[in-house]
């Protein structure tokens, strides 16, 4: 296994307070889709721009959506043809498409 890159005590704080900075901005998102005060095209009109929620996993952004859950979840994005490990921001136009299709007909 790699070794941690060799930081100074300085640069590792700057880093770990980085890192809860998007696990707090991603569980927002994630609190606010389940919630129904944000939609699935804004979060992913938003993925291109913000590089913390470009590097959400697709799965975890649907499972936050109301009346999806890990199953269909993973279920539609078989059916539309995303990989379970793939982030907003490497989803295709048609993916993106197919996508919003699919959850707002649901």
Do not use: H, Y
């Amino acid at each position: 296994m790699a070794l941690p890159p060799a930081l100074t005590p300085a640069q590792r704080q700057a880093a770990l307070e980085k890192a809860a900075e998007v696990r707090r901005q991603r569980a927002e998102i994630k609190g606010r889709l389940k919630g129904g005060s944000l939609t699935l095209d804004a979060v992913l009109a938003q993925a291109s721009t913000d590089e913390a929620i470009g590097k959400m996993r697709v799965v975890s952004v649907l499972e936050s959506l109301p009346g999806i859950g890990k199953v269909k979840a993973k279920k539609l994005m078989a059916s539309i043809g995303i990989s379970e490990s793939r982030r907003l921001q490497g989803l295709g136009v048609n993916q993106r498409e197919a996508l919003l299709k699919v959850t707002t007909k649901s």
